[in-house]
């Protein structure tokens, strides 16, 4: 769809990867659209799977949930079975707020989050190492974070968007 977008749809997206709370009639101005025109574009793009859902980032920190790891799994043997039953049993647990399969001596990376470290033991003892399927993980918690961005860098595949946006 990168192709299709023209001016008016990237600074559409881009303004409201930043901010989702943007009504349609503060886009529409800020593109110079009306309301209905700017409308119909973010329905298409909703429609085109372009616009996935619109979220709120909540502190993670005011909340008590400011501990954070990146684990990286290896199973120990990782057939089809395995893997779709790691990955079910990853997309139910809250902690995991990001999993990935990656290339290398691992099979997966994820990012968790919760309250502290005795809870990220309760989450590998009584979720993780309880599935019987992880031969290896390697933990590191996070200090302190540096960048933690959801937008895509539109700026890479529209000239019509700052790439530093």
Not at 28 to 52: F, M, N
Not at 114 to 143: C, H, P, Q, W, Y
Request: one cysteine or more.
């Amino acid at each position: 769809m990168s192709e299709q977008l023209d001016a008016v749809d990237a600074k559409i997206l881009d303004l409201i990867q930043h901010d989702a709370g943007l009504s349609v009639a503060e886009i529409a101005e800020r593109v110079g659209l009306s309301s209905s025109p700017c409308w119909r574009r973010i329905k298409r793009l909703e429609d085109a799977g372009v616009i996935q859902r619109r979220v709120t980032i909540l502190d993670r920190e005011k909340l008590g949930l400011g501990f954070e790891v990146y684990c990286t799994v290896k199973l120990s043997l990782p057939t089809k079975d395995n893997l779709d039953t790691f990955e079910q049993a990853v997309g139910k647990w809250a902690e995991v707020v990001q999993c990935a399969t990656v290339t290398g001596a691992a099979d997966y990376e994820m990012r968790i989050v919760t309250r502290d470290m005795r809870a990220f033991d309760e989450f590998l003892r009584d979720k993780l190492l309880s599935l019987g399927l992880v031969s290896n993980i390697e933990s590191r918690i996070v200090i302190r974070g540096v960048k933690n961005s959801t937008a895509v860098p539109l700026g890479l595949i529209s000239p019509y968007v700052s790439p530093l946006s």
